[in-house]
């Protein structure tokens, strides 16, 4: 028994040695293949504890395991150590300089005015709805009183599915006003951004996919004053405090009467212009009211809607609406 612990504290001393002179994690992991391994010197020592008498193995095993667990805390801090040393670099650094930026992402530009369009909205009270791309022909024409002969139903101006119940890709957000009026009661107070899909063919100003933006207020004694005013607030916002706006008599079948919005600004003139159409608006028809439910005797309200593209475009000088859907990151990082 006395010889047999008498080779553990020199098998241990030994070992720790050799576990602190590695010079690398290659040499470490070989040095404790000799020594703690499954045909390790001190795992070997470990294995004779079979051939001691009874009585003297609790002893023996308590200062064998004593001995493993210093070896295996060395083994640790050792490799701890050269991990660390592993990761500095090779070549002396200067500390003292400015470290290398990372590239950071940014928002698409078409996100990035919808954001900004949502933020004046917000500040007017207005709240963002949604509602799906693909739409049946109720929510999307009947319910907003387009006739069924009207062109905008045609095959040669909108997407419509080969499935049952001919669904199609939703023309306008306008689809939404009629969701959102069917799941609650008045007051209303809703903005809609969102992608829809026209049969266009693509060009320089058209894409058969773009983003629009619905706006859509209901309520008691609401005018066209009211949609003056917010029309004007929103578009200072997004073009610059020196915007003006006109509306012109238009046509549209959900809003009676119906304009067309002109603005001016600094902008605009920079393109060689005085005015330019940038959305279509009115107050809501009071056939729109009726197919949901609504008296229009009670409820008055506006809607307008705009295109997202048409106001970055203006906002940044854009001349091709492609542009925006080409995913060219010298394009991009300009925004």
């Known amino acids: 028994?006395?010889?047999?612990?008498?080779?553990?504290?020199?098998?241990?001393?030994?070992?720790?040695?050799?576990?602190?002179?590695?010079?690398?994690?290659?040499?470490?992991?070989?040095?404790?293949?000799?020594?703690?391994?499954?045909?390790?010197?001190?795992?070997?020592?470990?294995k004779q504890m079979g051939t001691l008498p009874k009585e003297d193995r609790p002893a023996a095993g308590k200062a064998i395991n004593a001995a493993k667990v210093e070896l295996e805390a060395a083994l640790a801090a050792r490799r701890d150590a050269l991990e660390r040393q592993a990761a500095l670099p090779k070549e002396p650094t200067d500390f003292t300089l400015p470290g290398r930026r990372r590239p950071l992402g940014r928002l698409h530009p078409l996100t990035q005015v919808t954001e900004a369009i949502v933020r004046s909205f917000r500040k007017l009270g207005?709240?963002?709805?949604?509602?799906?791309?693909?739409?049946?022909?109720?929510?999307?024409?009947?319910?907003?009183?387009?006739?069924?002969?009207?062109?905008?139903?045609?095959?040669?101006?909108?997407?419509?599915?080969?499935?049952?119940?001919?669904?199609?890709?939703?023309?306008?957000?306008?689809?939404?006003?009629?969701?959102?009026?069917?799941?609650?009661?008045?007051?209303?107070?809703?903005?809609?951004?969102?992608?829809?899909?026209?049969?266009?063919?693509?060009?320089?100003?058209?894409?058969?996919?773009?983003?629009?933006?619905?706006?859509?207020?209901?309520?008691?004694?609401?005018?066209?004053?009211?949609?003056?005013?917010?029309v004007e607030f929103v578009f200072k916002e997004l073009m610059g405090p020196e915007t003006t706006i006109r509306f012109r008599p238009h046509y549209f079948s959900y809003t009676e009467p119906s304009f067309e919005i002109d603005f001016s600004s600094p902008l605009v003139k920079k393109m060689g212009k005085e005015w330019l159409e940038i959305a279509g608006c009115g107050m809501v028809h009071p056939q729109v009211f009726e197919n949901v439910g609504w008296d229009p005797e009670v409820w008055t309200g506006w809607a307008f809607g705009f295109g997202i593209e048409r106001i970055a475009m203006i906002r940044y000088g854009i001349t091709d609406i492609r542009l925006f859907y080409e995913n060219d990151v010298r394009f991009l990082r300009q925004f």
């Open 1 to 46: 028994m006395a010889s047999f612990l008498e080779q553990i504290e020199p098998l241990k001393q030994s070992a720790l040695a050799d576990l602190q002179a590695a010079a690398d994690l290659a040499a470490l992991e070989q040095a404790k293949g000799r020594w703690i391994g499954p045909q390790g010197q001190f795992t070997g020592l470990m």
């Open 126 to 230: 207005f709240v963002v709805a949604d509602g799906p791309e693909i739409e049946d022909e109720y929510h999307c024409f009947d319910a907003l009183n387009t006739p069924a002969d009207h062109p905008a139903r045609d095959t040669q101006d909108t997407f419509y599915l080969d499935a049952p119940g001919r669904p199609l890709l939703r023309t306008h957000t306008s689809s939404v006003q009629i969701r959102v009026m069917e799941k609650q009661q008045p007051p209303v107070r809703i903005i809609v951004p969102g992608r829809v899909y026209r049969r266009d063919n693509a060009d320089a100003t058209h894409n058969p996919t773009f983003h629009q933006v619905e706006g859509l207020y209901v309520d008691r004694g609401v005018t066209v004053g009211d949609l003056k005013g917010t």
